[in-house]
């Protein structure tokens, strides 16, 4: 670059950035410190983003309507939910949720058992175990109320810094930045976070504050959720719809997918064991229900031996809960939990009428299965078990 034309680019950037900051009515985000932003003639702001929201807002079936207040519950509801899950997914939860326990008071006076059979099959149970003890915390304590504050919620059984700024943001309109990993992923791009997660999560919310208004944060808060989810996607993200594409650095760069940059993750040591399915000639099937702690804590599973590093298979049938013809099940059940793999064998038998089930089991009709608690681990355990 020749002198002249450096200072040509310099003046044109000060200009730039003269005008940015007498019309910003946000404050302007602090350069990251990394060294590696490039100047850009333009700059994140809140209000490019809300008036994106207001033509382009998503309608959710927990969002309010435009203008109308938002309900805490409906907000706290969804935002449990939809951890680690999709809206898809979580829709006909949400709708069945509500329409059984129509305020946060209902659901507190509920029994365990029955939000568990409800939540069957939505994965990471400890949330729903979360959800209920939070419940009935805001009913015996604090008179069926949500708090208003993030500080106030972050108090509550089961709501981290995220679910506590969401809520605070979206039902109460404080001025809060929740940050998850689709606002995570927009803000590692505009403003190119070379530092990788999960190392970087302090820098990325403080970049979020630095963006977030004092007028309208809680559709500021839905409007990042829903650029992550719609717009800024991990693959192919759609930057010419993008309301940031300019001043957006990593999409000025061209490498807008290797964001967030991220520390590669050790995998789990895989676990194994065997499960065992039992069918009766009556037709029920031989379930139990596991320890009131740990793993899938009082959620119902088929007995099956301990799931372990050192799993011998040849030793299975001498955990097998009843004697019986046992039968070993082609191929294997795979799962995902989040800190390890499993692998499962499957043992079938059918045992005749009348077969008393072992102590601490119990038999069921399979017109009763989706009436338990059943982990996704386990429906795909007893769908492996009836193959021919
Ligand atoms: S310009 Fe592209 S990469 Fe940047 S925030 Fe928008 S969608 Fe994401």
Not at 171 to 194: H, L, M, Q, Y
């Amino acid at each position: 670059m020749t002198l002249a034309n450096g200072r040509q680019r310099k003046n044109k950037l000060d200009v730039a950035h003269k005008r940015i900051s007498a019309r910003a009515s946000t404050p302007l985000p602090t350069p990251p410190p990394q060294g590696g932003r490039e100047q850009s003639e333009s700059v994140a702001t809140a209000s490019t983003l809300l008036a994106w929201y207001d033509r382009h807002r998503r309608r959710l079936p927990w969002r309010a309507e435009n203008g109308a207040r938002p309900d805490p519950y409906a907000v706290w509801l969804s935002e449990i939910m939809l951890q680690q899950t999709t809206v898809k997914a979580v829709a006909p939860y949400y709708e069945r949720f509500l329409s059984r326990w129509p305020t946060v008071s209902d659901l507190g006076a509920a029994m365990l058992e029955d939000v568990l059979k409800l939540w069957a099959g939505l994965g990471y149970y400890a949330r729903a175990r979360n959800l209920h003890a939070c419940a009935r915390t805001i009913l015996e304590n604090h008179g069926g109320v949500f708090p208003d504050t993030e500080e106030g919620l972050l108090t509550l059984p089961g709501i981290g810094p995220y679910t506590a700024a969401a809520i605070a943001a979206i039902a109460f309109d404080r001025k809060a930045s929740p940050v998850d990993g689709n606002i995570e992923r927009v803000i590692s791009r505009v403003f190119a976070v070379e530092e990788a997660l999960p190392g970087a999560k302090p820098r990325i919310k403080a970049l979020a504050a630095t963006l977030t208004p004092a007028s309208r944060p809680g559709d500021f808060a839905q409007a990042m959720m829903d650029l992550g989810a719609t717009i800024c996607s991990p693959k192919k993200p759609a930057c010419s719809f993008c309301p940031w594409t300019e001043p957006c650095v990593a999409r000025q760069r061209g490498n807008q997918e290797t964001f967030p940059r991220k520390t590669p993750k050790a995998e789990g040591k895989k676990r194994r064991g065997a499960a065992f399915v039992v069918m009766r000639a009556d037709g029920k099937l031989l379930i139990r229900t596991r320890p009131d702690k740990g793993l899938l804590a009082k959620m119902t599973e088929v007995p099956g031996t301990e799931w372990v590093h050192g799993f011998d298979e040849k030793t299975t049938l001498n955990d097998a809960p009843l004697k019986a013809k046992w039968h070993r099940v082609v191929g294997v059940v795979n799962h995902v939990f989040t800190h390890f793999p499993l692998e499962l064998a499957v043992y079938r038998a059918q045992v005749p009428k009348g077969t008393r089930a072992p102590k601490g089991m119990r038999w069921i009709a399979f017109d009763e299965i989706d009436g338990e608690a059943f982990p996704n681990v386990m429906r795909k355990v007893i769908a492996h078990g009836m193959k021919v």
